[in-house]
């Protein structure tokens, strides 16, 4: 293949125009080219990849080039401009950057908050990838470039839940358990408050309390009762902050879960239409009953998803996991087997009813904070900041038949909506 070929060749569905437009763009970088000649599935674009790849190193062009001088007025048209949104759309996000972050980019435009530099900055820098299409489509508009707006699509991404998710039933229960400790603190002292109250009243008279604590033996027994009320309340008191503290850390933990899976969902909201249809939290029928984070579902085939956003530096090697602590440390459950069973479950489960449908398995990993490295995987094992490319990388031809698609559709969502009724 020759380097023009390879720079007609058009990039995956989430962002479909030529290499060689996206490279002068500085959409393509060296990064992106990398995992393109690697994991892409269409053999054409990881073949043009190569060649690119190639002729960077050959140049030592590794950064894109810069944008040409723009150079007198011409008679002949600039090229039209299909960023993939429309300008409405790219109008309307919002600029991730300070100072004028989660501002409408249509507005900063206009009143020159946000320059042409801005905008290149944007295009090359931005990890959200609707950022990038919103600054290419308002950058063409100030150059008064002629922009292709697309095609009406099959609406938005369609999401349905099967309840709560495991991270939030886990923290419900966690807090649970801290109201319960806290209560079970509290009570003997209020319930001892109360009986002194109804019981002074009825003691027997007796000697004064003045006559009493100033005997020797009674300032000994005063001062010994309250060091050891002292003690045991802050002892009590250390105990349960431990606990507390404890508890609290297992909440963060699964309330970062959480946030995670949204992420991921975030995501697939901006890069996938109404063909794909997402279920989160899908709980199967049998003896296990633990859910399956995610199962996408579209044209191409059936996905189940496990989202991960562990903390640490974990690495991935066919079907173990490991995390670095002093050495690396095999983690006991692995991510990889244990979509892969999920994946096997929700094939039976379809099989139950007469569908004989692949599921495929994919692990997600959620962090940003915390690095992944990956060899030889069992399974693939997607990162949030490739997540826009790979999910570009799976919308190929379809490949399973519309009245499977369509059984399979009206199966989960009869199973969510079940799942979520009993759960109200």
Not at 107 to 134: C, G, H, M, P, S
């Amino acid at each position: 293949m020759s380097l023009e070929e390879a720079r007609s060749v058009l990039w995956l569905r989430n962002n479909r125009r030529p290499l060689g437009d996206l490279l002068d763009e500085r959409f393509l970088n060296q990064s992106r080219l990398e995992w393109a000649a690697a994991k892409a599935y269409d053999l054409k674009l990881k073949q043009a990849a190569a060649v690119l790849l190639d002729w960077m190193k050959r140049t030592s062009a590794l950064a894109p080039q810069k944008p040409p001088v723009p150079s007198p007025p011409r008679a002949e048209p600039l090229p039209t401009v299909d960023a993939g949104i429309t300008i409405e759309q790219a109008r309307a996000i919002l600029w991730p950057f300070k100072p004028f972050r989660n501002q409408p980019m249509g507005v900063l435009v206009d009143t020159r908050q946000v320059t042409f530099k801005d905008l290149a900055y944007a295009i090359e820098n931005a990890w959200d990838e609707r950022v990038r299409q919103a600054a290419i489509v308002l950058m063409a508009i100030r150059l008064n470039q002629a922009v292709k707006e697309p095609a009406p699509s099959a609406g938005p991404l369609r999401v349905l839940s099967g309840g709560r998710s495991y991270a939030e039933r886990r923290q419900l229960f966690l807090t649970l358990i801290q109201g319960t400790i806290v209560g079970a603190v509290l009570s003997p002292t209020v319930l001892l408050l109360i009986w002194l109250i109804i019981r002074l009243p009825t003691l027997p008279p007796g000697k004064p309390l003045a006559e009493i604590i100033t005997s020797p033996s009674g300032v000994f027994a005063l001062v010994t009762v309250i060091a050891l009320g002292g003690g045991l309340v802050w002892l009590s008191e250390y105990l349960v902050g431990l606990v507390l503290s404890k508890l609290d850390k297992q909440i963060d933990n699964y309330r970062k879960g959480q946030e995670g899976e949204d992420q991921v969902v975030e995501v697939m909201r901006q890069n996938l239409d109404g063909n794909w249809t997402l279920f989160r939290n899908v709980t199967l029928p049998g003896r296990n009953k633990a859910d399956i984070d995610a199962v996408l579902v579209g044209p191409p085939g059936v996905y189940a998803l496990e989202i991960k956003t562990f903390t640490g530096e974990y690495r991935n090697i066919g079907e173990h996991w490991e995390v670095r602590a002093d050495n690396w440390k095999l983690l006991k459950s692995s991510p990889s087997r244990q979509v892969q069973d999920n994946a096997v479950r929700l094939s039976n489960f379809f099989k139950a009813d007469g569908l004989k449908q692949w599921v495929t398995p994919v692990v997600v990993w959620a962090n940003r904070e915390s690095p992944v490295s990956v060899e030889n995987p069992m399974v693939a094992v997607w990162t949030l900041d490739r997540l826009p490319e790979e999910l570009g990388n799976i919308w190929q031809d379809q490949t399973m038949q519309e009245s499977a698609h369509a059984r399979i559709l009206e199966k989960l969502t009869a199973l969510c909506q079940e799942r979520d009724e009993g759960a109200d």
